[in-house]
């Protein structure tokens, strides 16, 4: 890979992003699952500096997370973090897309250190801020709260969705109004399926007036 400091580099690339997501998809897995992290360690420069080819690197990090998922548990992931909770507001649809598959993918069986690090970078805190905004779209939310549907433990769902400085003390039963107040009757029914999801997965972890208050809280949004 081309040293990021020459002028070359700028210059060729974004050929080479393409051959790397083009080897990570078409060779065997045997030569391509990584045994070092030195290529990667190149993402955050990546993503910073070639957003015009945002989703080829997405796509990068989401093979990534198929063949050596245990690498988002490192230091330097926290960057690549950042950086994309600093995008995720301005996102194209394309790159979105490709960036809700990559989190789903690496959520379906977090590392306890990879979900410090999704929320200690700031992403959990752009995603949820993701869902409060008004302007985004609709069909896009219903999307992240997929997400959040893999986040489903005590510590890490109710937790940290506390800790969104959107959301006030004691404020949670009108920002959930809110949020389903957004929606038309077809994403309603949606997303309130999706909270279910988040609910059913929530249960074993709660004490029973604890998740008592929350299936309540759901009932009275309907």
């Not at 065997?28 to 993503?47: C, D, R, S, V, W």
């Not at 990090?61 to 988002?72: A, K, Q």
């Not at 598959?101 to 999704?118: A, G, H, Q, Y």
Request: charged share 20%; with cysteine; hydrophobic share 40%.
């Amino acid at each position: 890979m081309l040293f990021r400091d020459l002028e070359s580099y700028t210059l060729l690339s974004e050929d080479g992003y393409d051959l790397w997501l083009a080897l990570l998809q078409f060779c065997p897995p045997k030569h391509t699952k990584p045994g070092n992290h030195p290529a990667f360690e190149m993402i955050p420069y990546g993503l910073k500096n070639s957003t015009e080819i945002l989703p080829t690197i997405l796509s990068i990090i989401r093979s990534y997370t198929l063949y050596s998922p245990e690498i988002f548990s490192e230091e330097f992931s926290t960057e690549i973090f950042k950086v994309l909770g600093e995008y995720l507001s301005n996102m194209r649809d394309d790159a979105y897309v490709i960036f809700i598959s990559f989190m789903d993918i690496l959520l379906i069986n977090p590392r306890d250190e990879t979900i410090d690090k999704v929320v200690s970078s700031g992403l959990f805190t752009s995603m949820v801020g993701y869902v409060m905004n008004d302007e985004m779209n609709n069909f896009l939310i219903t999307k992240m709260f997929l997400l959040f549907s893999r986040i489903t433990r005590k510590d890490y769902f109710l937790s940290f969705w506390g800790w969104h400085p959107d959301i006030k003390a004691n404020g949670e039963k009108l920002r959930y109004h809110q949020l389903l107040n957004q929606y038309d009757q077809v994403y309603s029914v949606n997303l309130l399926q999706l909270l279910k999801t988040c609910l059913i997965g929530l249960k074993d972890t709660l004490t029973n007036d604890e998740f008592n208050a929350l299936i309540q809280l759901n009932e009275a949004t309907r």
